[in-house]
């Protein structure tokens, strides 16, 4: 790594979420190309680093960037457009339909709408499964964000990306080879869900993964629906089901985990696999609660996604952090489960490890220079008591002041710095259009 610090970002308060959960006050982070050169305390990073550009974001707080580790973002095109449906409804009866008629066109404005509301509100990467993806990974290569990104897939073909299976498989293993060596994006295979899947594809996904170096992804447990179809069909609940395919493996991150037996979770944490909450979007669904301080006692590492915006509808990290907190509270009884260290965590470090990426996640040396800062002068962020509680309990993406991945500012002071917001507004007014014509 380059040992020349180019940027010294100073701030009143930085939070590490290192191993010791470490606060610095009167902080500064020292950025080499791409990378965290430095945490400490500012005075004595300006005088190690007296040539580096200067940036002084005073009464504000410096944290790793937020990790959206499950969404679809295409979907942000779909948002208010099916609202208060039970999940199967809404998939089966408004979305499906919907998503049968998109281009690459709008996948692409829809994705790019989606990484811009990121952006805006603290998120630096993020795990995305959907149809078309190529469109999704040009989008965020030119959006600068960090993302996994998966073709999805059903046995209902043709689908909007392949006639059959065959033409999926090819469609994967070009992506594998086209994004091989980009330093932000990774591939991974997503089979939608075991009820949309037969045993032969998802044998095949799995083998697909392991071939082309991708992550392997599903969708699991999400309904007692879920269950209830999967005893039928298969004479097994999703979990054992899944693990009996051999899908469970330590590079697979799992979405939603809400119908869980004692057994399942054991079953996953013996497979040392990741898993995701999505708190928002299974209120808004009513699909459940995840048992999630049963996951984390059980070690299985658990991200924190918001789903996509058709479901939840927002893609805001910073809510979801909140309702995470507050959703375990409620359903326990409990008002000490999920406490804020733990809710950020989901966000952070958890994320990372849902991504499968040891680089991003904590602000320490050697790590991806990923990181936002919080404006703690507005009213709702006074007064400043515990600072890991006003991220979690007070913030609502309102004060993000800066968002930098891989060492390169993306959004500053209200600000988008690598592309034109009301120019891609423009765009959105056509798909409005599109929407209510079909």
């Known amino acids: 790594m380059n040992s020349t610090c180019d940027s010294l970002y100073t701030a ?20 080499a190309g791409d990378r965290i050169l430095c945490v400490g305390h500012a005075e004595v990073l300006k005088i190690l680093y007296p040539e580096a550009r200067r940036v002084d974001l005073g009464e504000a707080v ?13 979907m942000s095109l779909l948002r208010g457009y099916s609202d208060d449906k039970a999940l199967q409804d809404w998939l089966q009866k408004d979305i499906f339909p919907q998503e049968a008629q998109l281009t690459p066109e709008l996948v692409e404005l829809g994705a790019r709408l989606s990484m811009a509301e990121m952006i805006r509100y603290g998120t630096t990467a993020f795990y995305d499964m959907y149809m078309l993806e190529d469109a999704v990974f040009r989008a965020a290569d030119a959006m600068g964000l960090r993302a996994v990104l998966g073709e999805s897939t059903t046995q209902f073909f043709p689908s909007l990306a392949a006639k059959d299976f065959s033409g999926y498989e090819r469609r994967v293993r070009r992506y594998a080879e086209e994004w091989k060596n980009h330093p932000r ?15 032969d594809m998802l044998h095949t996904c799995r083998e697909l993964a392991d071939e082309t170096g991708s992550l392997f992804g599903m969708h699991l447990a999400e309904t007692e629906w879920e269950t209830e179809e999967c005893l039928r069909v298969y004479g097994k609940r999703p979990v054992e089901y899944c693990a009996q395919l051999g899908l469970l493996q330590p590079d697979s ?11 399942d979770i054991h079953t996953l944490a013996e497979s040392r696999c990741a898993g995701v909450h999505n708190p928002a979007s299974n209120m808004k669904l009513a699909s459940g ?7 984390l006692r059980a070690g299985i590492p658990m991200g924190l996604g918001t789903d996509g915006a058709a479901s939840n509808n927002a893609q805001n990290m910073l809510r979801e952090i909140y309702l ?36 991003i996640g904590s602000l320490e040396p050697g790590m991806k220079a990923d990181f936002i800062a919080l404006d703690l002068t507005l009213p709702h962020m006074q007064p400043l008591h515990n600072l890991i509680s006003q991220v979690v309990f007070a913030s609502n993406g309102s004060e993000v002041c800066l968002n930098v991945v891989d060492g390169i500012e993306l959004f ?5 710095l690598n592309f034109d917001y009301n120019a891609l507004r423009n765009e959105l007014r056509q798909a409005q259009a599109w929407i209510r014509k079909s």
């Open 324 to 359: 995470a907190s507050l959703l375990q509270k409620v359903h326990s009884l409990d008002p000490s489960a999920c406490p804020a260290q733990t809710a950020l965590d989901l966000a952070t470090r958890g994320g990372a490890a849902a991504l499968h990426d040891p680089y």
């Open 185 to 199: 994006i990774r591939q991974a295979i997503v089979p939608h869900a075991p009820y949309t899947t037969s045993p």
């Open 412 to 416: 500053r002071d209200g600000q988008f």
């Open 253 to 263: 991150t799992f979405f939603h985990l809400v119908d869980l037996s004692e057994d």
């Open 289 to 295: 609660v995840a048992p999630l301080q049963t996951l």
């Open 12 to 31: 009143d308060w930085l939070i590490t979420q290192n191993e010791g959960r470490d606060i610095i006050h009167e902080a500064a982070l020292a950025v």
């Open 62 to 74: 410096i944290l790793p960037g937020l990790i959206n580790a499950h969404t679809h973002v295409p």
